[in-house]
Every structure is written in structure tokens, then in C-alpha cells.
């Protein structure tokens, strides 16, 4: 069962001090796997850049070795200053316009059926990025005729780019929530909570039919009420699918691990997050939005 003095109800107090963490046994990974050095060579040969790497995910060996990656698109510069992401951050340069035909080749090289493109969130484009997603999208399922799952930032709200990037019809809308409400100025800053619940209903208000996805990093502060909350927020906008996972601190400068959940409990949380109405749920440690997403996505096709 769950345990309050776990996940307690009261936030907890804010530490003056970084404690490092010791990692659980149940967060090891091994390191280099078969098959790794092709779906490295595809990568670097054609000039890509991926979440993997950037973001530092611990499941890129496992992914990789399987020959399968998720693209980020928009160059590999954020302009936002987010407490958990080891994405760069800075002063961005000006879009491939081949991007789209690189990362449908990558997609056919790597033999993919399904193929989850992501982004750094681009404040400084009009779109947002929104047109360079559109194209992306349409360049994979043509040359390939897989399904495209997007993970997107917010656009700022602008509507018009996320209609754009819904006109393409990708098979999945994924916009990850992140955190709960009240840890947003640090976990995300210069984004905002209403924002997110306000992105995923135009999805579902403008294409009924398209499954929409979003997820959570646990152990960042948050309480098993506030999870709650934000789960039944994301069933009010339609929201299908559910992941959640472990944060992980990337560096020392990024925000540190409050708690590490332990699988048992993320086993909980998501059969609590399941009797509220997702289709589908993913719930563990190495949860992340991409990973397994053409499995999870097979469940409700």
C-alpha cells in the first residue's frame, strides 16, 4: 500500500543544501550493448540530433541496441531555462530545411514502423516550430509509412501552430505535463500548467479521433494528492495515455532527486492513474514518453 510518510501530503520544506543521492539498485543499467554502433552511425551520418543523447536517457542503451531512437528536431539549442533538462540552452541557429528528408531517412535506415519525433522548445520562431514539425511528419510517413507519434512543446499557446502540427495527423499528440502545479517555477519555468490542459483539449476538440498522450517525472516533491489532481485534470481534457517515471539529476547544476520511487509504488500510482480512465498507463522508474510508445500506442490502435 501506499505510504503518506512516503509521498507525504505536505510539500516538502526546501533544503539549503544539495544532498547527492545515492542511486538504488533498481536504477542500474548496463552500459554499451550489441548493436549499439549502427544506430550510432545512422545517427551521425546523417547529421541528427535525439533525445537520447541530449537529454541523457537512461534507456538509450536498451533503445539503441534495438536499432530504434527518437529524433529531436529544431537544432539541439532550448530557449527555455527548464530545472531538469540537460538539453543546451542559448542562442539558437537557423532551421535545416533538409531536416525533414534526414530524419525520414534515418527512419527507413533503421528499419522503423513507428518513429517518435521530439523537439527543444523554439520561443524564438514565429510557429514555434510548428511548420518544421508538419514537414517532419509528412516526410516519414511518405517515405516509409510508419506511424508518427510527436512530442511537442507548448508553441506559447499560439493555436494556429498546434492546429499546423494536427493537420499532419500524427497518430499520437504527446505533450508532457511534466510536474504538478505548484513545483512549475522550478521544474518549468516559463511554461504553465493551464497551458498544457489548455493544448491538449484543442487537440481533442479539433480531431476527436487522435490519441493524445502526456507524462510525469516523479521524485521531484511532489505529493500522491497532487498527482491525483493532475491526473483527473488530464482525463477532463481527453487525455488517452499516461506515462510516468523517475527523474533523474543530469548534472549537479540541474534540480536535485528529492525521492527515488520505488517500483512497487509506481506500480500503485498507476493503477490509481488506470481507475481514473486512461487508456492506456505506463508507470515505473525507466518510464519515459518515448519509450515503448509504439507498444503502448498498438494498445489503442
Not at 538504488?24 to 550510432?40: H, N
Request: glycine fraction near 6%; charge should be negative.
Amino acid at each position: 500500500m501506499l505510504e503518506l510518510d512516503i509521498l507525504p501530503t505536505e510539500p516538502a520544506p526546501q533544503s539549503t543544501t544539495t544532498v547527492k543521492r545515492r542511486l538504488p539498485s533498481w536504477l542500474k543499467r548496463p552500459m554499451a550493448q550489441p548493436g549499439m554502433a549502427y544506430t550510432s552511425g545512422v545517427i551521425s551520418d546523417l547529421r541528427l540530433e535525439t533525445v537520447c543523447e541530449s537529454a541523457k536517457c537512461p534507456n538509450r542503451t536498451e533503445c539503441w541496441s534495438k536499432q530504434t531512437a527518437t529524433f529531436m528536431i529544431l537544432g539541439n539549442v532550448c530557449t527555455r531555462p527548464c530545472g531538469f533538462c540537460s538539453v543546451p540552452k542559448g542562442k539558437t541557429e537557423a532551421l535545416e530545411i533538409d531536416e525533414p528528408e534526414r530524419v525520414a531517412e534515418a527512419a527507413e535506415r533503421l528499419g522503423l514502423r513507428y518513429v517518435v519525433i521530439t523537439s527543444v522548445t523554439r520561443d524564438d520562431l514565429k510557429d514555434g516550430g510548428a511548420e518544421h514539425f508538419y514537414r517532419c511528419v509528412l516526410a516519414v510517413r511518405e517515405r516509409t509509412g510508419a506511424k508518427v507519434e510527436v512530442l511537442t512543446p507548448d508553441f506559447l499557446g499560439n493555436k494556429e501552430a498546434i492546429r499546423r502540427v494536427i493537420e499532419s495527423r500524427p497518430d499520437v499528440f504527446n505533450h508532457n505535463t511534466e510536474t504538478v502545479p505548484r513545483l512549475y517555477h522550478r521544474v518549468r519555468r516559463n511554461a504553465e500548467y493551464q497551458r498544457t490542459l489548455d493544448l491538449l483539449k484543442q487537440i481533442k476538440d479539433e480531431a476527436p479521433d487522435m490519441l493524445t498522450k502526456s507524462g510525469l517525472m516523479l521524485g521531484l516533491g511532489e505529493t500522491l494528492e497532487e498527482l491525483l489532481e493532475v491526473f483527473s485534470d488530464l482525463r477532463g481534457v481527453g487525455c488517452d495515455m499516461l506515462t510516468l517515471g523517475q527523474y533523474l539529476q543530469p548534472t549537479p547544476e540541474h534540480l536535485p532527486v528529492e525521492r527515488y520511487v520505488p517500483p512497487e509504488e509506481f506500480d500503485e500510482i498507476g493503477e490509481l492513474a488506470k481507475k481514473l480512465g486512461f487508456g492506456m498507463v505506463a508507470s515505473g522508474p525507466f518510464v519515459r514518453s518515448s519509450y515503448h510508445a509504439g507498444e503502448m500506442a498498438a494498445e489503442l490502435s
